[in-house]
């Protein structure tokens, strides 16, 4: 006599049996009971804009490397609340340059970057990204400023609504800036740098390399925008820059860039800078003897934290005076806009880098540019 479980085994052969006969006696039969047919049926249908692009209608838009590059990097200052804005900025020197040269990116910053910042920042370039947290000494204020006269000096400048008159973190940013970023760990194997902002605009398409510009030619800074510095800023800055020279006389540079800084000798000074927000530098000069020698003495006397000395006006000055002046490179034609200014190039230079501003609507034409006293030194 059977057993139940006899009878299950029985009746799953002949099902299987007929199942088997009917797929190849009947075609209609076997497609719609195949397996495939029977897994796409699981799917959830999808729209055909789901389908992959058929391999044919991609262009392989992948640049080789060049042949010959500077040992060199991008660097961007930013926080994580600097994302969007700092990836807009990526973007457009992505278009522009660094698709075709393809240097790597260096992040620093005085918290450490969140996963969310890496990935954008990581996922918008195909070159390398690197991401540096700020040692606490070369960000902070230090211990031995005096905080009460500092935050004194600090409501009299919002009293008279100095630009960031009132901010400590702006401080220092712009004593990190002018003394400490190129000695970051992240920085040690390079020789250049060109710095990137967040919301900034690069309006043209670069097709050289100004980095090798820099190496080639001899140069040690770049710059796109010069202006005049706001005095309550720096009341003291220069005097203490004469001081810094008299004492160290050996530092100053023959044919150097003094009448780009003072339109007498050196007494008195124009407050003309060359705005830091973009730039392109040799960090070895920034790293070399007289510079370092510069920064130590300025950041001594405290100016960053009693007045509000900025970055461009040191960088300025320390460049103008331990450089020869031809070793200072004005790139005419790279397109650059930070917020209210740019500069935008001219006639042959636009079109040739099929520039997107407005010629009429560029810097070098104000009053208040200091390009026309770079020119004169030449």
Known sequence: ???????????????????????????????????????????????????????????????????????????VLARNSDLRGTIESMKQMEDRFNKKFQYPWIFLNEEPFDDEFKKWTTEITGSSTQ?????????????????????????KMIGEKVIYGGSVPYRNMCRFN???????????????????????????DIDYDPFLIMQDQGKVYGFTVSLFEYEATIPTLWQTTKEFIKENPQYVAEDNAMGFLSADGGETYTRCHFWSNFEIGDLNFWRGEAYTKYFEYLDK???????????????????????????????????????????????EAHARGKCWCDEKDNFDHEWYSCLKRYNGLF
């Open 178 to 204: 002018s003394g400490f970023f190129f000695r970051h760990e992240l920085l040690k194997d390079y020789d250049y740098y060109w710095r990137v902002e967040p919301n900034v605009k690069f309006f043209c």
């Open 301 to 347: 006397k405290g100016g960053f934290y009693y007045e509000r000395w900025g970055d461009a006006p040191v960088h300025s000055i320390g460049a103008s005076l331990f450089a020869r002046k031809d070793q200072i490179h004005f790139f005419n034609d790279i397109g650059y806009r930070h917020e209210p200014f740019q500069h935008c190039p001219q006639k």
């Open 1 to 75: 006599m059977m057993t139940p479980m006899r009878y299950v085994v029985l009746v799953l052969g002949v099902i299987i049996s007929l199942h088997y006969i009917l797929s190849f006696s009947h075609e209609d039969y076997g497609r719609a009971t195949s397996i495939s047919r029977l897994a796409a049926s699981l799917h959830k249908p999808s729209p055909p804009y789901d389908s992959p692009l058929p391999a044919g209608y991609l262009q392989n838009t992948t640049v080789p490397p060049p042949d010959r590059k500077a040992k060199a990097a991008f660097v």
């Open 131 to 155: 991401y540096g947290l700020i040692p606490r000494d070369n960000w902070v204020q230090p211990d031995w400023i005096d905080e009460d006269k500092a935050q004194m000096n600090r409501e």
